[in-house]
Structures are given as structure tokens and as C-alpha cells.
């Protein structure tokens, strides 16, 4: 059997038929349905890219020292996490991480991958390509004396936007602890929390100072409109990151050097996130409302890029109201059957496409 053939058929693909009803609206199509950036990449970004343009040699695997030194000071400034630069590796876009990082631990079919009951598919994904079992709980102790090999979190969540608060996630990270597990901590969307603060796994309020079995997860593709520059880094417990480091040599997973230069200075810079932080909240201010006009519920949403809204009908009955409107969204099923009745709407749509999603549900 091939690999793809084990999988899940790709979620947007059964989008098809709610994109072209929604593109035939007279206004045409607001694409609310993946959260890609649409904003430009800050210049910061781009000049050091350029300038690291004439990149003959192979590039470090574990990134240049500037990075892994821009890596460790990014969580000690903005998630009060004390790293060492050797304890931060880079990765090809944060989704690659997630999709190998079973693998890249070793785990297999005699391991437990435990994700959340609403997640990101692809959580799942990795677990099934190293041929693990999984659970998708959010209670941990309904596992009994199941002892799991990784155990995923993400707050803020995606789709949800629900935020855990520090001792929610110091019990879940205490209690993987005691079962020998890895904890991956998912945090990607963490610059943009508009109802709670989220907080880091490696925050010594989680960790309790120590950085034992703990993994966190960071993406500059939403913070810095970098996605299409694959530039992410996960950093935490020294061992486990040098365990990774040494595979990821061997399987030539290396982030070209131009982008390792780009990260470095975006990594230090708070200016253009706060920037684009700003144009998040104004297009949530406008589309939270014209939901709510239409008959939707807005649920949790604390944080990150997406409003999680329900009807209390089948989430793939919303998808085609919306695409009646024109408005194209993802139906709650992609993140898990305990998603079903409700709807995943994304703020990365430019101005102009958010306000006409919004004029049309207010007309």
C-alpha cells in the first residue's frame, strides 16, 4: 500500500462545489476558507532575503548562529522563555514539523499520539504516516493508565481560537510528564490573542522552569506573512531538539539560507506584528458582526486568526448558505466529528473582501 493511500482525502478538496456556487456570486468570491496570509511580507524581511541571495554553499541544518541566537532571544522577549540558542532549531514551515514529527521521534505502531477532540488534520496525518494509534481527548484522564508516546496541545487552538490558561496546561503537561510522553505544544497563532493572553508551554508558570519532554511550535508565516517563505522553529528540551537536529542532517531538511536570514531579522523585530496585528483586529470588528447578523453564534475565537461560529445546523449546511452570499468557509468536520455543526471563518482576506463579506450578510 502506498502512503497516500493510508490518509485522509485532503479536506479542501471536497470544497469544490460550494467555491465555484460562491465564485458565481455577482461581487465574486471571498475566500474565507484557509488561513493564508494576504499581506505583504515586511521589507525587513525581504531586503535580508535578497541579501543572502548568492547562497552557493549548503546551508546549517540547526541554522546560522544569528538565528538560533534570534530564536532564543524571540522567546525570552515575547514568551518569557529562557532557551538556549542551541535548544531552537528551524524547519521547513511549521506543517512539515507536524506532519514528520512522529517519525522524526522514532514512534510507531506499538505508540500512542494523543491530539485534541477539534484539531488541525494535520496532527493526525503524522501520527497515521509513522503508523501510530491515536486518541483525540481533551481530558487526559479518561486515558486511564494508557501511556502515550506524544501528546499534542494547541493553545491558541486552531479552529477554535480557545486559549488555555497556564494551569490547564501545567496539569496536562504534569500529567504527560508522569507517563514518560513528549509534549508538542502547537503555537503558532500566539501573537494574536484579542480576549485572553496565551501562554507558552516553556513559561516557567507551565514548565515549572524545566524544559524536560517539552516541545513548543512556532510559525512566522501568520506573525510576519512568511508562508510562502516555509519559515518555523520549534525549540525546548535540549535533548529531544538534538535528537531531531541529528535526524533532520541525515534526511536533508534544511532551511535555504536566504530564508534563515529573513527569520533572523523578523524574528527580532516587534514593529511590522504589531502592525499587522492591528489589521487583524479592524477586519474582526467588521466580520464578527455580520456573522452574528446572520444567525451565527460566535464561540470561543480568544485568539488567533479565525472566528468559530455555529447555527446549530450542520456545519456543511452553513458552508452553503455562506456560499450562497458568496462567501466561502471551512466546515467544522475538517477538524474532527466533534466539530460537525459548526463553521471555521478566516480573517485573512484583504479589507476590501472582508467589508463586501460583510455587507452582503448585513443586506
Same mark, same amino acid.
Given at each position: 500500500m502506498s502512503l497516500a493511500a493510508g490518509l485522509p482525502d485532503f479536506p479542501w478538496d471536497t470544497l469544490a462545489a460550494a467555491k465555484a456556487r460562491a465564485a458565481a456570486h455577482p461581487d465574486g468570491l471571498v475566500d474565507l476558507s484557509v488561513g493564508t496570509p494576504v499581506d505583504p511580507t515586511p521589507a525587513l524581511g525581504r531586503q535580508a532575503l535578497a541579501g543572502a541571495a548568492d547562497s552557493p554553499g549548503y546551508p546549517q541544518t540547526a541554522g546560522t548562529p544569528e538565528l538560533r541566537d534570534a530564536m532564543a532571544g524571540y522567546l525570552a522577549r515575547r514568551w518569557g522563555a529562557t532557551v538556549p540558542p542551541a535548544a531552537a532549531l528551524p524547519v521547513i514551515g511549521t506543517k512539515e514539523l507536524v506532519a514528520w514529527l512522529p517519525t522524526l521521534l522514532g514512534l510507531g505502531p506499538e505508540d500512542l499520539v494523543v491530539l485534541p477532540t477539534t484539531a488541525y488534520p494535520t496532527y493526525l496525518v503524522g501520527a497515521t504516516m =509513522?503508523?501510530?494509534?491515536?486518541? %483525540?481527548? &481533551?481530558?487526559?484522564?479518561?486515558?486511564?493508565?494508557e501511556r502515550p508516546a506524544l501528546v499534542w496541545l494547541n493553545s491558541p487552538s486552531n479552529p477554535t481560537g480557545e486559549v488555555l490558561a497556564p494551569a490547564v496546561l501545567a496539569e496536562r503537561v504534569a500529567w504527560a510528564r508522569e507517563r514518560g510522553a513528549v509534549v508538542a505544544s502547537d503555537e503558532c497563532y500566539g501573537e494574536f490573542g484579542w480576549e485572553a493572553e496565551p501562554v507558552s508551554v516553556l513559561h516557567p508558570s507551565v514548565s515549572g522552569g524545566d524544559h524536560h519532554g517539552l516541545l513548543a511550535l512556532h510559525s512566522l508565516s501568520k506573525r510576519s506573512n512568511l508562508a510562502g517563505y516555509r519559515a518555523g522553529f520549534v525549540a525546548g528540551d535540549p535533548a529531544l531538539v538534538a535528537e531531531l537536529l541529528a535526524v533532520r542532517k541525515h534526511a536533508g531538511m534544511?532551511?535555504?539560507?536566504?530564508?534563515?536570514? =529573513?527569520?533572523?531579522?523578523?524574528? %527580532?523585530? &516587534?514593529?511590522?506584528?504589531?502592525?499587522?496585528?492591528?489589521?487583524?483586529a479592524a477586519r474582526r470588528q467588521v466580520l464578527r458582526p455580520a456573522l452574528e447578523a446572520a444567525g451565527f453564534r460566535v464561540e470561543h475565537s480568544e485568539a488567533g486568526l479565525y472566528l468559530w461560529a455555529t447555527r446549530d445546523e450542520d456545519g456543511r449546511d452553513s458552508v452553503e448558505l455562506l456560499a450562497g452570499h458568496g462567501v466561502l468557509v471551512a466546515p467544522g468536520d475538517f477538524y474532527g466529528t466533534a466539530a460537525g455543526r459548526h463553521v471555521r471563518v478566516a480573517l485573512t482576506a484583504t479589507d476590501e473582501r472582508v467589508g463586501a463579506a460583510a455587507r452582503r450578510l448585513l443586506g
Open positions: =509513522a503508523g501510530c494509534r491515536t486518541r %483525540a481527548v &481533551d481530558d487526559l484522564s479518561v486515558l486511564g493508565d534544511i532551511v535555504p539560507r536566504p530564508v534563515q536570514d =529573513a527569520m533572523t531579522v523578523l524574528l %527580532a523585530d &516587534d514593529a511590522h506584528v504589531a502592525e499587522q496585528r492591528a489589521r487583524y
